[in-house]
């Protein structure tokens, strides 16, 4: 029942050989050993395993691999095509935005979207795009406050009023 | 440098270096110089590692980085029970400090011996040994010290050298792997022949496993599983597996009947016993004459909903011996747990911690390692990584207790409280494996040979207790009664979530203390500071109060609330003011925290803890409830049960108030029960309506206005 697909990841061409039905989250997890997407609902309501499909965000787990065939994927390991961190992980990094970390690649996959996209998204902007993205250990004000200073060039003014 | 040896002699080790006295089981000194600290502590995303790498390098005199901490392990590392409790700081803390404090004596003796000279006059600094121009490092040092002894009780347990180390922001050691997507978790493991499993849980809670059609399989190439109503498979291929579940699904025939109570009804199902009765304060007599107010407040069930759904890995070795790779709270409770299950040598068993998405109490780390055993004994020698479903997760793990109180009062003519009588019906709040006496595992109700699954207990009072933890109000009332009732038989699995009784109980009685000043006219800040003579808690509630800019003028529709407890009655002090806007919907704009937590080792970690505590509750109270009906739970994905999201998070900000002198304690779960209450206090300063049922929804709001209008 496996057939194969052609589809590119992070800027690399990609056979795997599964079937259809399989989720593209599971392929890259599994074929691709990516790790990155994570695995949270496998139903499309948690946001853990976001990745850019063709510039879009979609949840990998609900991306069954016949819809992926001849696509362009990115995962939250390919954001930064160089070496070192996309700008959204790195102030993610610099502001402590995460206890488990679990939902992080998912919200920087959504944020780093938007921002590549809208490099001026406001506040309100960014907490919509990221409303599809849970978060149980209580981080959300922290992700913002990060997402906003990434989207600053040069010196940034955004300082949280509770730094310390 | 001779101040040292005075500070330090002390009587005793610390508990949990008592008990696992061998300095090596704690440092491994390695040729190269990276200095292994293992614990028995294990990171549920709370950033333990990171506090206690701060201690240890800070005693051992060494550099951050030159600390590696690995996975807590049953054969290689020390046993330090259950990571719960906010009690890792406070437990493992000063184990560290003594081990490493001892280590670095050991080596100090050695660059001593090497030089002929008095160890006072060694110094270290960044892992090097000194003395004048001489200079030797751990590393060189590591094949001739032998750590293979046990901790001196009469030793060192500091080194008395505060480095800028501890009370700084360190940022946490596993966050980069994290943040850059690299395999970190439990699930992203890929050992040697590595197979997936997938169980297949009952339809509901009593249902037994009747028949199954196996032909139903033919095509997929899984392995298939059971014994009894413990039905799963096992196959190379992950996304193969889940489909063989869903297949399994329509092939299975169960036999199911009703056994949950009415979820509209909870407060007449807990208060029906039998139950057990827990007398924690006695009243000395009769309540006095005076105006009496009572109230009653209750919440329901609430899930952990871990972003993560549980994961467990289990291979039988060829030897006869089994390993486990778990994210449990307590591996050696897990590893004699499954011994018992299985009646089995622990011995025979290694349980290594792996970690996963945050974990806030008991959950189904467990239960999933227990699931890869049981499906790994039919591939010996390959492990198998059991993968549960969100679904599962939200409806199969334990869950958090609902509770009821009642709360009366007498206050005399000064408005002030002269007796307080407090009453909470709950069920228990701990089933952990081997708790009961049981192995406490799920998969072992299914089995042929079934484990019963008894009603929950609760953790002794000694440790927090459960149904009753802070249930003692921390006000100065002169005469006080309260009493607990515990559920005896229950169909609900119930086991520990963050805080436990707490956050019911603070809610309660700091709902009850509003209620208490509104009707005898008083502004709720000074109605507590009336009755609070602990000046750490004085300090705290007046903190988040100034912060907040209590007393000022509020906006139309914009209410603040306060909420305030010491939790355990002897852990963190944290004062929360929350700020509503109640019009067409509640919205909580914004929680502003204090809080003192003793000596501070990681600020920016403390606030995170808060942060996310307080975050964590605000989506508690506002929005969770599990649902069910007289057969199954039916909350069992994000859309049946709704956590917070981003645009409902509030800012949230907090202040650490600091008493020199005093030791740490732990942060994770101080704020919960304040900030109930805050968020419940200001709704009623908002709009004028108390709603007492949590979660406090806006169709709570409308039925509360109903009922106020009635
Ligand atoms: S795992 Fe895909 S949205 Fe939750
Ligand atoms: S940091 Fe744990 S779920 Fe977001």
Redesign the pocket.
């Known amino acids: 029942m496996t057939q194969a697909f052609e589809l590119t990841v992070n800027g690399r061409r990609v056979r795997i050989e599964t079937h259809p039905d399989t989720s593209l989250l599971h392929a890259l997890r599994n074929e691709l050993g990516l790790k990155g997407p994570r695995f949270g609902c496998g139903l499309g309501l948690c946001g853990?395993c976001f990745v850019q499909m063709d510039g879009k965000v979609v949840a990998s787990c609900d991306t069954p691999m016949w819809s992926a065939e001849g696509r362009t994927v990115v995962t939250v390991e390919g954001l930064e095509p160089g070496e070192g961190l996309h700008r959204v992980q790195q102030a993610l990094l610099d502001e402590q935005?995460?206890?488990?970390?679990?939902?992080?690649s998912g919200?920087i996959v959504n944020a780093a979207t938007l921002l590549d996209t809208n490099p001026d998204a406001d506040e309100e902007a960014i907490v919509e795009a990221l409303d599809r993205n849970?978060?149980?250990?209580?981080?959300?004000r922290r992700?913002v406050r990060a997402v906003m200073k990434a989207r600053c060039e040069g010196p940034c003014h955004v300082t949280p009023e509770d730094a310390s | 440098m001779t101040v040292q040896r005075e500070i330090v002699a002390a009587p005793a080790l610390p508990k949990d270096l008592a008990a696992n006295p061998v300095l090596s089981r704690w440092v491994t000194v390695h040729s190269g110089g990276t200095i292994d600290v293992r614990v028995g502590k294990v990171e549920l995303?709370q950033g333990i590692l990171t506090a206690l790498a701060q201690i240890a390098a800070e005693e051992l005199g060494v550099d951050l980085e030159q600390v590696r901490m690995p996975p807590a392990n049953t054969a290689h590392g020390p046993n330090e029970g259950q990571t719960s409790g906010s009690m890792s700081i406070i437990h493992s803390g000063p184990a560290v400090r003594a081990a490493c404090a001892q280590v670095r004596a050991r080596f100090t003796a050695e660059a001593a011996r090497r030089w002929d000279v008095d160890p006072d006059l060694v110094t270290v600094r960044q892992g090097l040994f000194s003395c004048g121009e001489r200079a030797v490092s751990y590393g060189e040092l590591a094949g001739v010290v032998d750590l293979d002894v046990a901790a001196d009780p009469g030793g060192p347990l500091t080194s008395g050298d505060r480095s800028v180390l501890v009370g700084m922001s360190a940022a946490r050691l596993d966050l980069p792997d994290?943040i850059a997507g690299r395999p970190r978790y439990i699930h992203d493991l890929a050992l040697p022949g590595q197979l997936s499993g997938r169980v297949l849980r009952p339809p509901s809670p009593g249902a037994r496993l009747l028949r199954v059609d196996e032909s139903r399989l033919a095509d997929l190439d899984v392995r298939l599983v059971r014994d009894g109503s413990f039905i799963g498979v096992v196959g190379a291929d992950e996304a193969e597996a889940m489909r063989a579940v869903q297949v399994l699904r329509d092939a299975t025939t169960w036999e199911e009947s009703d056994s949950l109570p009415d979820e509209d009804d909870l407060s007449a199902f807990l208060r029906s016993g039998p139950h057990e009765t827990i007398e924690v304060l006695t009243p000395e007599g009769p309540e006095p004459e005076g105006r009496t107010i009572r109230a009653t407040y209750s919440r329901p069930f609430l899930a952990h909903g871990?972003?993560?759904p549980s994961c467990g890995i289990a291979r039988w070795n060829d030897d006869g011996t089994l390993s486990v790779w778990s994210h449990s709270q307590g591996i050696h409770g897990l590893r004699a747990a499954i011994a018992q299950a299985l009646d089995m040598d622990a011995e025979r068993i290694e349980v290594e911690h792996a970690e996963n998405?945050?974990c806030y109490g008991h959950n189904g780390a467990d239960d999933a390692a227990f699931d890869a055993v049981l499906l790994a004994r039919d591939v010996p020698g390959l492990p198998v990584q059991v993968q549960w479903s969100r679904q599962d997760e939200l409806a199969w793990s334990p869950l958090a207790s609902a509770m009821t109180a009642d709360v009366r009062a007498v206050v005399g003519e000064s408005g002030s409280v002269s007796s307080w009588r407090y009453d909470v019906w709950s069920q228990g709040h701990t089933s952990r494996p081997g708790y009961l006496g049981v192995p406490g595992l799920l998969a072992g109700a299914h089995l042929e040979r079934p484990w019963s699954y008894p009603a929950p207990g609760d953790p002794p009072a000694v440790v927090g207790a459960g149904t009753v933890r802070n249930g003692v109000p921390i006000y100065d009332f002169p005469d006080r009664g309260v009493t607990g009732h515990r559920l005896l038989e229950t169909p609900i699995r119930t086991s520990a979530m963050r805080a436990l009784g707490a956050y019911m109980n603070v809610f309660a009685i700091e709902s009850f203390m509003d209620e208490l000043a509104l009707a005898t006219g008083a502004d709720p800040l000074e109605y507590r500071l009336r009755h609070l003579g602990d000046a750490r808690g004085r300090s705290v509630l007046e903190a988040a109060a100034r912060s907040a800019g209590w007393g000022n003028p509020a906006e139309e529709g914009v209410g603040l609330g306060l909420g305030f407890a010491r939790y355990k009655d002897k852990g963190a002090y944290c004062a929360v003011v929350a700020e509503v806007e109640a019009e067409s919907d509640i919205r909580l704009r914004r929680l502003t925290i204090a809080v003192d937590v003793g000596r501070v080792v990681n600020p920016d970690g403390v606030r995170n803890q808060i942060e996310?505590g307080a975050t964590q509750a605000a989506s508690w109270t506002l929005k969770e409830r599990v649902r069910f009906d007289r057969r199954r739970i039916t909350s069992d994905d994000w859309e049946s049960y709704p956590i917070l999201r981003f645009s409902e998070a509030p800012e949230v900000s907090v202040e650490i108030v600091e008493t020199p002198g005093t030791p740490s304690l732990g942060a994770g779960e101080a704020a919960q029960g304040p900030t109930a209450a805050a968020i419940a206090n200001a709704v009623a300063a908002a709009i004028g309506v108390r709603v007492r049922d949590l979660p406090l929804t806006a169709d709570a709001v409308v039925a509360a206005i109903e009922a106020a209008e009635d």
């Open positions: 853990a935005a995460a206890q488990c970390g679990f939902c992080v919200i849970l978060c149980r250990c209580g981080v959300q992700v | 995303g994290k871990s972003m993560a998405a945050g996310g």
